[in-house]
């Protein structure tokens, strides 16, 4: 592939490298696409998306990656679920059912869910960091005690409009209370500023755990990446460590994780002494889709949809008074412990597009800002979305969130895009996105400029997504 950009599908790129210096996983059918050129055609494509999705299948959820994330994770699970309902609908349901059974008595949904049966050390840090077992409320499993973006009340209309069959239907009032209890949770728990918006106490939470967006906030947490000598890091051993977040980040990563669990994960009092609290605007966009997911699914299940309408109009404003930021015409997310907008411009701040009623003012920004030399969105893209602004010194083409080019960023972009009447942008990320896979196969991340496949290179949720954009 070439840096005039990704083929559309039916272009084979069989000459180009499109795999840069990472393993493969053990059921790799992603790599394999990527070392013949990857499917030249969209029934080669899903075919390659629903072996990914079925080589990482585990008895009742699907796992991110076998080697990397060998466990379950939230908003991947929500992910893939989207993908599933067009294959597997049943197996998209028992993904979304798997994952709310771990769902902790206050209502939070964890960001990991330790699979029992996998040795210790299968994932860093594992269950003996977080010690969930030790809180009340926490489920049976052990877990994580963090959050992810609550994309599931989308995931479960999604999938239900995909097989609204009688047993989707059944699923779907199974799950509606507790995808309101997650959204309870998120509202009384996490509005650490009182404003009506969530607060992530972890860059895990974001899902962009090293994006630039969090390295002013990160610089205040004290932490030494010596601490790292300690410990035997995971993800290293599977990925190319220039790809992946540094010591330091990880140092920080465990601070704040120890911060939180020594506090038993209680989130009074947060805003004494936390060493992280953030306003993200793409989690908060989530939030507020979700809300507007709800109001559609309890209209489905015999629910009050006004409730979810009100508190998704609420959402709305407050992430426009809040994190909108005039000058840079585009969201920002905000630093509680200093009650300024971060500065990076990521693509964390294109997300509240998601919304369908973000009002005329911000959508037209976000088009100008999405449309700009940072993200090059375009009927025609010369090279895939990336998730930093790429004409920044410090913008990073192989480091993870820094750079490189993500499937779930892009689905949401364009899902926006659609909702606010731009189909020919739509358009142009749809091939860029399809292109990205048909050239280097169902990898994590891809490289910004090339379209090299990079991370896992069976990752689920890409797998899942392409399903998605493939059927649309
Ligand atoms: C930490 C599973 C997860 C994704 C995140 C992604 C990465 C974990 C890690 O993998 O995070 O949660 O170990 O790096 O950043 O978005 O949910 O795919």
């Not at 466990?71 to 049943?90: K, M, N, T, Y």
């Not at 010596?226 to 980040?249: E, F, G, N």
Request: with cysteine.
């Amino acid at each position: 592939m070439t840096a005039a950009g990704p083929p559309s599908v039916g272009t084979p790129t069989a000459a180009e490298p499109s795999s840069v210096g990472t393993p493969t996983d053990a059921a790799s059918p992603g790599a394999d696409a990527a070392r013949t050129g990857g499917p030249a055609d969209s029934s080669g494509l899903r075919r390659l998306a629903v072996t990914t999705l079925d080589a990482n299948w585990e008895h009742d959820h699907t796992v991110p990656s076998r080697t990397l994330y060998p466990h379950q994770w939230s908003w991947d699970s929500a992910f893939i679920a989207i993908g599933l309902a067009h294959v597997r609908p049943e197996r998209a349901w028992r993904e979304l059912a798997s994952l709310f059974r771990a769902q902790w008595a206050d209502g939070r949904v964890p960001h990991i869910v330790f699979n029992p049966a996998l040795r210790v050390g299968a994932y860093f840090p594992g269950p003996e960091m977080w010690r969930s077992a030790d809180v009340p409320g926490a489920p049976a499993v052990a877990t994580s005690g963090l959050v992810q973006p609550p994309v599931h009340a989308l995931a479960a209309l999604l999938a239900y409009r995909r097989a609204p069959d009688p047993a989707g239907l059944a699923a779907l009032r199974r799950l509606y209370p507790a995808l309101v209890a997650q959204q309870r949770y998120l509202a009384e728990r996490r509005d650490v500023a009182g404003d009506g918006l969530v607060c992530v106490v972890h860059p895990w939470e974001s899902g962009l755990d090293n994006s630039p967006a969090w390295d002013e906030p990160m610089a205040a947490v004290p932490a030494e990446a010596a601490v790292m000598s300690a410990y035997r890091r995971h993800d290293t051993a599977h990925a190319d460590a220039a790809h992946r977040p540094t010591d330091l980040d990880y140092a920080r990563y465990l601070a704040i994780v120890a911060a939180y669990r020594d506090h038993r994960y209680a989130d009074r009092d947060l805003a004494a002494d936390h060493p992280f609290l953030v306003e993200c605007p793409l989690f908060n966009a989530a939030f507020g889709a979700a809300e507007h997911a709800l109001a559609e699914i309890a209209a489905l299940v015999g629910g009050d949809p006004g409730p979810h309408r009100a508190r998704a109009a609420q959402i709305t404003e407050a992430l426009v008074r809040r994190l909108y930021d005039p000058d840079t015409g585009t969201f920002q997310p905000r630093d509680l412990r200093t009650d300024r907008l971060v500065s990076a411009r990521t693509v964390l701040g294109l997300a509240p597009l998601i919304l369908p009623d973000l009002p005329t003012r911000q959508v037209d920004a976000l088009v100008v800002e999405a449309r700009s030399a940072r993200f090059g969105v375009a009927p025609r893209m010369a090279r895939p979305l990336p998730t930093y602004d790429r004409t920044a010194p410090d913008f990073e083409p192989l480091r993870y969130w820094r750079g490189p080019s993500w499937l779930n960023i892009g689905w949401l972009i364009r899902r926006g895009l659609l909702t606010h009447g731009h189909p020919e942008l739509a358009a142009g990320l749809r091939r860029s996105m399809v292109g990205l896979v048909a050239g280097a196969g169902c990898h994590e991340y891809f490289h910004p400029d090339t379209g090299a496949g990079l991370g896992s290179p069976a990752f689920s949720w890409t797998a899942a997504l392409l399903l998605d954009l493939l059927d649309d």
